[in-house]
C-alpha cells in the first residue's frame, strides 16, 4: 500500500510517516516547506516539493505511485 502524506514535513506529519513506515507501508510526502523542514521527513520515505492545492500533482503523484491512502498532517 502506499500513503501519500501532505504536510509530511512538518511536526505532526513526521511522526505520521515515521509510523507508516515502521508499519511496512510505502510512503510519499508531498509538501510545500512553508511551515515544515525536508531534514524532517523520515528516511525512506519518497519527498516530493509541492502543493495541496496543484490538482494536477496531486492526480500525477497518485497516477504514478499508485497511491491507495491520502493522508493530510495539519494542526
Known sequence: MSVLVAGGAGYIGSVVVAELLAGGRRVIVLDNLSKGHREAVAPGAEFIEGDLADRALIERICRE???????????
Request: overall charge positive; glycine content about 10%.
Open 65 to 75: 505511485r499508485e497511491v491507495d491512502k491520502i493522508g493530510r498532517a495539519h494542526v
